[in-house]
């Protein structure tokens, strides 16, 4: 058994080695390639970003004040009007009957007066009869007045250039009385405006008069000028939201149609200090709460951080980058805690 011995002894030194060997040549962990920018403090007007659709100041729903059927429907969607055009009409065959017989009514009554003022001044009829026929002539032209009325509004004109932006109804539908038939706008006084909602901590740092940026999709590339207009008092309550109104000017380059997608940002007369980063630099956003990714000592660490708004193309910070110098603003999603980056600019 002896001779056994050294040979197993031998066994266990080179095993021992070969660990060793492996140990010492396992490869280090690889560093994560990263984009990273230098941090600065920066100082500029609190910004908040919004979103909604463009409209007129003055869209209104026209309709027939009294019922009846829609004889003849002269626009439609689309279609450019002028202050005072005839749009739509009812069948004058019920209301015409109407002023008609308030018409004999009120040639009716005249005669009574003067028949009764003749027979007055003979004694013949009391003054009480007198006045009575006065106040039947009174009652009937009133009648014939609010006939003549109605038979007016049996037609339905623009109230302002601009355009027809929905038709309710059609030729030969009943029109109940207020029913609505035309939606319009005045889009001919270039008087548009970008309505959005916004939060209750955004609605307290905005007030009327700051200035807006506003871009649109549909106008890639144009930039317009804005200024808050209003901002209600009240939020809505189905949404939550406050609505804001920004008056925008547009120009021959970047026409607005009703109805639009846009989108500003308002630049609000509080100050902000604090950092700006790039939108993908912030991970797992919770309102005003998300983390980063900064640099230390070649490794990555997370920093959570406060959000003071988004714009549309930064994150404004107001906490959480104090002392920091990096932050990784691409590639954070493949690095964690502690792990070795490569930066590159």
């Known amino acids: 058994m002896k001779p056994f011995l050294p040979i197993l002894a031998l066994i266990g030194v080179l095993a021992q080695a070969c660990g060793s060997s492996d140990a010492s040549t396992a490869p280090a962990a690889e560093a994560v390639p990263v984009r990273t920018i230098s941090l600065a403090l920066t100082e500029r007007p609190q910004q908040v970003a919004v979103s909604g659709l463009f409209s007129t100041d003055d869209e209104s729903i026209l309709s027939f004040k009294t019922g009846g059927i829609i004889r003849s429907m002269l626009v439609k969607e689309g279609d450019r009007v002028k202050a005072g055009q005839l749009l739509a009409t009812i069948d004058l065959t019920e209301i015409g009957s109407q002023v008609k017989q308030a018409e004999l009514g009120l040639e009716k009554a ?152 846009g989108k500003a940002t308002i630049n609000t007369r509080l100050p902000f200090h604090g950092w700006a980063v790039p939108h993908e630099a912030v991970l797992d956003g919770n309102g005003d709460e998300g983390f980063v990714f900064t640099v230390v000592n070649g490794t990555a660490h997370k920093l959570p951080v406060t959000i003071a708004g988004i714009t549309d193309r930064e994150v404004l910070i107001s906490k959480g980058l104090e002392g920091a110098q990096q932050l990784i603003v691409s590639g954070s999603a493949y690095v964690t805690e502690g792990s070795t980056i490569n930066p590159t600019r």
């Not at 003979?122 to 032209?141: F, H, P, W, Y």
């Not at 959005?196 to 940026?213: F, L, N, Q, Y």
């Open 110 to 261: 005249t005669r009574d007066l003067q028949r009764a003022e003749n027979l007055h001044r003979d004694s013949v009829v009391s003054l009480e009869q007198l006045q009575n026929a006065r106040t039947g002539k009174e009652l009937a032209q009133q009648q014939y007045t609010m006939a003549q009325f109605n038979s007016r509004y049996a037609q339905i004109h623009a109230t302002a250039d601009g355009y027809v932006l929905r038709k309710f109804m059609q030729e030969g539908q009943l029109a109940g009385p207020g029913a609505p038939v035309l939606q319009v706008n005045g889009a001919g006084r270039g008087n548009w405006l970008l309505k959005a909602g916004i939060a209750d901590k955004d609605w307290v740092r905005v007030s009327e008069g700051d200035s807006a940026t506003v871009t649109s999709d549909a106008l890639p590339g144009r930039v317009l000028q804005g200024i808050v207009r209003s901002r209600s008092m009240g939020a809505d309550p189905a949404s939550g939201q406050f609505l804001v109104e920004i008056a925008v000017k547009p120009t021959d380059d970047a026409p607005i149609a009703s109805g639009l997608f």
